[in-house]
């Protein structure tokens, strides 16, 4: 059964310039044309690099920005068509955890009033006895103890302060959490422990999640579906483990050459498909493929003029390429990033391009180039 059903999303931010008159000029295609599920009780991972739209389409479900477009069916209703307290009891079903803990909790509230104010906006308990014992509860599900209710947030660490975060969305017992980035801004060691924390959670609570992250490697273990977004859209969705034993579209296969592999003779081995030039705009999408400009695998037909449909190729795997079937069979053979750039006109500098780990590592903050192709 399906908690969320995501139809022909878009979000589009307006481009504005002009000192008088505040005019568009064009427009910002974060979100272009999604369709997916939640399913009740399962983790959905949501991946691909900075810039690509994950965070707008997170918010877009929670009804925190504004469609322009398309329908978020949560649990059989239209949260679009949502007002005054309807909506109020919708936006209780779902909480969102952030990136980075120490911004989105209050410096000047304690723990107890962060976590209160939840449960009071919602009048989820009446006495303040049952709601300290309460709050003793959720910090004990995220493995916190009872001494940290009169502290503040600056007197934890970064994976302490996400616990946090994760026991204030939980005070409300919400049926969905979007758990925007939750371990990026972590130090490496910190990340396991907070994404099995998640997992642990989600299989106690019956939780829906839907888990973005910007490194494949974070929601490897705990999604039972993988989503992989492209400038706006998504390229290819399956099962975590179709996905990873056997991914099919050019983007994903290129994400995935980039990751480690520890057994030093399958890493001497791995093939490293690099990806020549920047990620386009999203203010001007490339036509047909929107992976055409970087895509080693690209052909002369269809790729550059026709969109490709997200299209059901086993029972649990989805592709948006012209040529899955080929490229999986092996009758087209990838060119190198230095081809792929000269039949661009991209000029790509002597180490061979921006490769995917780089683009994956270079995490939130890399600037977006200006200028699509
Ligand atoms: N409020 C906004 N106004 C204009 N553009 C935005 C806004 N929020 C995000 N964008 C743009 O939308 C695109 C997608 O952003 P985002 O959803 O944050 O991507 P991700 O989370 O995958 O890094 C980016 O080009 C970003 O600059
Ligand atoms: S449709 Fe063409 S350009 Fe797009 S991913 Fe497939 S082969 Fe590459
Ligand atoms: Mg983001």
Redesign the pocket.
């Known amino acids: 059964m399906n908690l969320v059903e995501v139809r022909g999303l878009k979000?589009h931010?307006?481009?504005r310039r002009g000192l008088f008159f505040d005019r568009t000029i064009g427009h910002?295609?974060?979100?272009d044309g999604v369709d997916f599920d939640l399913e009740h009780g399962k983790t959905y991972g949501l991946v691909?690099?900075?810039?690509?739209?994950?965070?707008?389409?997170?918010?877009a479900i929670l009804r925190l920005?504004e469609p322009t477009a398309g329908s978020v069916i949560f649990d059989g209703v239209d949260i679009a068509g949502l007002q005054g307290e309807k909506l109020r009891k919708a936006r209780k079903r779902m909480q969102m955890i952030f990136q980075d803990p120490l911004s989105s909790l209050d410096p000047r509230q304690n723990i107890e009033s962060i976590i209160t104010e939840g449960i009071d906006a919602h009048d989820l308990l009446d006495s303040r006895k049952q709601s300290r014992a309460r709050i003793v509860e959720l910090l004990e599900a995220v493995g916190l103890s009872a001494a940290a209710l009169r502290r503040y947030p600056h007197e934890f660490s970064g994976g302490q302060r996400q616990r946090i975060g994760i026991a204030r969305a939980l005070a409300v017992e919400p049926d969905l959490i979007v758990a925007?980035?939750p371990v990026s801004a972590l130090d490496v060691s910190v990340q396991a422990q907070v994404v099995n924390l998640l997992e642990k959670l989600q299989d106690s609570l019956n939780l829906t999640f839907l888990v973005?992250a910007?490194d494949l490697a974070v929601v490897r273990h705990i999604s039972d579906t993988v989503g992989v977004?492209y400038l706006?859209a998504l390229v290819e969705e399956a099962s975590s483990d179709d996905l990873y034993a056997e991914p099919l579209h050019p983007y994903t296969r290129s994400l995935m050459s980039a990751v480690p592999v520890p057994d030093p003779d399958v890493e001497d081995r791995r093939e490293r498909i690099l990806l020549p030039g920047d990620l386009p705009?999203?203010?001007n999408p490339p036509s047909g493929c929107r992976f055409h400009t970087r895509c080693p695998w690209r052909q002369p037909e269809r790729c550059d003029t026709e969109i490709p449909e997200l299209r059901v190729l086993r029972p649990t795997h989805k592709v948006a390429c012209h040529y899955a079937e080929q490229i999986e069979a092996g009758t087209i053979r990838p060119k190198s990033a230095d081809e792929v750039a000269a039949d661009q006109g991209v000029y790509v500098a002597a180490t061979g391009g921006l490769d995917a780990k780089d683009l994956l590592d270079a995490g939130?903050d890399m600037p977006?180039p200006q200028q699509g192709f």
């Not at 691909?48 to 918010?59: A, D, I």
């Open positions: 979000v931010f307006p481009i910002v295609k974060a979100v691909g690099e900075s810039g690509c739209g994950k965070s707008t389409l997170g918010r920005i925007d980035e973005i910007h977004m706006g705009s999203p203010a939130k977006l």
